[in-house]
Each structure stands twice: as C-alpha cells, then as structure tokens.
C-alpha cells in the first residue's frame, strides 16, 4: 500500500534524538513522519544513567564546547519538563593520596559552576564527611568531599512525551514500525515500512531522510540502503544494577576509581540504589547487550570500596544495558571517546537529502535537534525559527519549583489517593494527571488494580495515548511499576494489555490471511 503525502522529514529512530527532532520540526511546520522498530527508547534512551547533566569527566578530556553546552541546557530542559526532570545534588567524596588530587577536583567544579549559565541550581560546597550525614554510610577513611549540582531525568517517559508532543502537534507518529527498504526516485524518498503489531506495509514519500537509529545507524545505512562496509560509530556497552535502598540520603555519590573510570550511587524510585555505570566495547547485536557477570563484579567491588556496607549480587533487584553508539573518533579506550555528536548531510543534484546523526546525549537532545533543524533547513528550505527552548512538554506547565504544589493539588482533588500514588502520578504526568484520573471520586473508580499503584485508568491512557503495546512498555519505560509487581501480576497485566490492543485478534486474522 502506498502513502499519499509526500512529507518533508521522515525519521527513522524513536529514541530521544529521533523524537526530539521529530517534535523541533513539527513545530516549525514541516510535516514530519517518524518509524520506531520496537518501542520508544526501548534502546539506548532508556539505558542511561538518567542524569541531566554537564559531564564533570568530560572536561579531563577537553570537550569544553560539549560540556558548555550541557551545563547551558541543564536548567533549559528542566523549565521544560519539571514533572520528569528535577535537580539532584551529588557527593564526590575526596581520598588523600586518590585517583584525583583535590586541587584539580576542585577546579574542575569550579568550571563546572561557571562554565555555562547556572542560574536555579545551587554551586559547589566543600563537605566534611565526619559532621555530614552524607559521610554515615561511607567507610570512616573519607573524611572530606564536594557536593555539586546536576539534574535526574525518567529517561522513557522524556521519550515518549517528546513524541507524544510531536504527534499532538500534528506529526504521524508510528511504533513497533520497522523500515523495510529506503531508496531515492525522483527528487523523493520512497520508505516502505512494516507495522509489526498489523502486518501491513506501506510505502510513504518524503522529502528528505533522517537516520537517527542509535545504535542502528550503521545498520540502516547497511540493511536499508544496501551500502557495504560502513563503520560510522563505536558502540560502548554500559550497565546498570538496581539494588535495595543502600542510603537515605537524598543526594547522589560520585565514585572515582583506581581504574581512573567513574560511577554513581543514586537514590532509585524511594526503595532502590541504582549503580553505574560499566564503559567497554561492544561488538554484538544492540538488541541483545545484557549485563556480563565481570560488570556485576566491577560495580559490587567499585561500590563497595566506598561504602561501609558492602554491595554483593545479592542485593541486586533488577539490572539494565544499553549501548551507546558514539562516534568513531579512534579513541583507544572505550571511557576516552567523544561524547559529543556529529550530524551529516548526504545530498547531490537532484537528489534527496539524507541526514545522518551519530552520538547525542539526552541533556543535549534538543539542542542537537536545532543544529539538524539548521541542516534540513539548508537542504529542503528554512520553516519556522527555533522555538522549543521556552516550550514545556506535556504536563510539564509549571513552574520548577512547583512540584509539591501539584502533589498537594492532585490530593485535593482526589483525597482518596495514597500520597505516594499522588506523588508518582506527578512525576509521571504532571498536569495530565487529572485526566488520566478524570472523574473517579474513589479508588474504584480507578478500576482493576494490578499490583504497587498500578491501576486500569492509567493502563487505559498508556495504550490509547503513549502507544503502549505490551506489559513491557508499562512495567519498564511508561512507569518503573515493574520493580513492585510480583511475576504474576505482570503476567495479569500482560493479558489485559492483549486484550485492550486486540493482538490475539490481529495475529488470528493475519494468521487466516496468510
């Protein structure tokens, strides 16, 4: 079957760079057309570390203008999505004799502080660890550290809003969608695609290509467009543990090792710890990265080298990989690549425009969309002016300062609710909480309850509005539900989730087509 429209951008990639450039063009008034293969950031997007952040490290391997830029865009996406970002401080204890003398800890912050544009978060303090109740759960050696500001993200459901944004605004937004093939005929590009959960393939037009696959770029450029031997970007493998609550502190920990690599100890969804992050080459499918037992080893052992109680696998509650696709730039070792992106144009006479996105980061997403909005304005004509840096994601339309403001709203308004609900309500939603909820006046009205603060109505909105698909998507990327329900509720989950998508229906009557 084949589109009628012809649409200026067709992207292909919904993970935080795809959906950022996506919604950046949308609002400008190109007409976009954006295909995910699985679901939003079901790759690299939601694998991160999930900091909004300048990138301390970064500055010992001079990347001043990726580092000036992320400080810059800190509090810019944080006014934008209050609901799912908020600032967060850290705790880098200091260790006479260390990786880092203080010294150069200290004026690497005090760049950091006033490198880029810091307005609302708080500078850097000098901490002593036997007086502050940050240094209770480390070991008695270190006495002293900094504490610094960057931001927290949800990583998944920055995703999805920006894609949710894109599609409000009038972008067609597909899913689970997989390019098939791509190829130029008259001053166009004709893209067929496959709709996974449908079987129905279709053929849409476009104006000009943008290959914001992550990880897959190269894959595009090889499955999709036939091209042999590309090798545009290095994948870097890093992984996550979740483990019980190891502190109460609400501040974060900044870990140097004796490798000279870095991770972080952060207070996870009230009851967790995350740890990470592991740096190391990858070589595999992007699909199938998982945790190795030697990562496992070398965050328990990294950690526990910090805290007084030490960290085992036996703690761990949930784990996480993803691969970063940086760009190739020769680095000898993983930890050393660039973090900073690289956006290229493909075009000649006639023929149509190709842009291709290597790298990125989630604090600098939307800047990286305006610099390809610059590109695509070059190849297919200037739309619109660079808009989104005042702009709010949806249900983020209150001041930053505001959150406890909407949670002490939404329990007026709903007095029945658990403030815990209340509380991830908000920072899932923000303002569009009270239409998930709509006009339930008790907790019936919420419908079936799955288990944690999992209820029908917000299963319903996830499918029929964030294209959730699978208990999956739920459980792991539209909420983190899935660390508080038991395997048999999520089972229960998944067979609802079938029926309101009608999957069985859909396969049955392929299954008669064929």
């Known amino acids: 079957m084949s589109g009628e429209n012809i649409f200026d951008l067709f992207v292909i990639g919904g993970g935080i760079n795809g959906c950022g450039i996506a919604r950046d063009a949308v609002g400008r008034g190109y007409s976009v057309a954006l295909a995910e293969k699985g679901d939003f950031a079901s790759g690299t997007s939601s694998a991160a570390t999930k900091l909004i952040h300048g990138g301390l490290r970064y500055l010992e391997h001079y990347e001043f203008r990726l580092v000036r830029e992320a400080l810059m865009e800190r509090e810019i996406v944080w006014a934008m999505a209050p609901h799912v970002i908020w600032p967060m401080r850290f705790v880098l204890p200091i260790q ?7 010294w150069m800890v200290r004026l690497g912050l005090f760049l950091y502080d006033n490198l880029g544009g810091r307005k609302l978060l708080p500078p850097t303090r000098t901490l002593d660890l036997r007086q502050d109740p ?16 960057d931001g927290w993200v949800d990583d998944a459901r920055f995703v999805v809003l920006n894609a949710r944004d894109a599609a409000d605004r009038g972008a067609t937004i597909m899913n689970r969608t997989r390019v098939v093939s791509a190829h130029r005929e008259s001053g166009l590009w004709l893209i067929e695609t496959l709709d996974e959960k449908t079987g ?62 870095i991770i972080f100890a952060i207070p996870y969804e009230r009851d967790f710890t995350l740890i990470g992050t592991t740096d190391r080459d990858y070589k595999g499918d992007p699909a199938k990265v998982r945790i190795s037992e030697g990562e496992i080893s070398y965050l328990c052992n990294a950690a526990s080298e910090y805290f007084s109680e030490p960290v085992n696998s036996d703690d761990i509650v949930w784990t996480y990989s993803g691969v970063r696709p940086l760009f190739d730039d020769g680095a000898s070792k993983a930890q050393e690549a660039t973090r900073d992106y690289v956006l290229k144009v493909e075009e000649a006479e006639g023929e149509a425009p190709l842009l291709n996105i290597f790298g990125g980061k989630l604090t600098t997403y939307r800047r990286l969309a305006e610099h390809a909005l610059e590109k695509i ?9 660079p808009w989104t840096a005042g702009s709010h994601l949806p249900g983020g339309d209150f001041g930053v ?23 991830r309500l908000i920072r899932n939603y923000g303002t569009k909480a009270a239409d998930l909820l709509g006009t339930a006046t008790d907790v019936s009205g919420l419908g079936r309850h799955f288990g944690g603060t999992l209820y029908e109505c917000e299963v319903r ?33 998944g067979e609802f989730v079938s029926m309101l998508t009608g999957v069985r229906e859909k396969a049955e009557a392929l299954a008669e087509q064929a």
């Open 96 to 102: 006479k004799g260390g990786v880092r003398p203080s």
């Open 134 to 149: 940050a240094g209770k759960p480390l070991k008695p050696v270190f006495a002293k550290a900094f504490e610094y500001s």
């Open 200 to 261: 129905r393939s279709i053929t849409h037009k476009a104006r000009m290509l943008v290959n914001a696959a992550g990880p897959w770029v190269d894959n595009v450029l090889s499955g999709v467009f036939g091209r042999n031997d590309v090798h545009n970007v290095r994948l870097v493998q890093g992984s996550h543990i979740i483990v019980r609550k190891k502190f109460s502190d609400p501040r974060a920990y900044f870990f140097q090792n004796p490798d000279n690599r």
């Open 377 to 385: 304005g070059a190849a297919i004509g200037e739309k619109g002016k």
């Open 401 to 423: 300062e505001r959150y406890e403001a909407q949670v002490t709203s939404l329990l007026c308004n709903y007095p029945f609710l658990d403030r815990r609900h209340a509380e």
């Open 461 to 493: 909105w996830l499918v029929e509005r964030e294209w959730a698909f699978a208990a999956e998507d739920i459980l792991w990327r539209r909420t983190k539900q899935g660390l508080r329900l038991s395997r048999d509720e999520a089972a229960i989950l």
